[in-house]
């Protein structure tokens, strides 16, 4: 779909903030990297926005991994 606007033209902060969104939803960090770039120059309203979501996806990634480790302690200590 998002394909299909871009070469309809239709290309804009508002698209590129969904494929930024969907991509983080999905886990694409390559796909979230190039709508990083792409927002790097436009406006700085999308630049803060970006960059919230940005910091949100680290936000993330920190506690899946200390949910991990966490997890991984408890199997050692219990046994499972």
């Not at 290309?11 to 494929?19: I, P």
């Not at 406006?43 to 991990?68: F, H």
């Amino acid at each position: 779909m998002f394909e299909q606007a871009l070469a309809r033209n239709l290309d804009g902060e508002g698209l590129r903030l969904q494929m930024y969104y969907l991509a983080f939803l999905r886990g694409d960090s390559a796909q979230m990297e190039q709508q990083l770039v792409w927002g790097a120059g436009p406006s700085p309203i999308l630049k803060r926005i970006m960059a919230g979501w940005r910091r949100r996806e680290i936000t993330r990634d920190a506690r899946w991994t200390r949910q991990s480790v966490l997890t991984r302690r408890r199997r050692l200590h219990y046994g499972s």
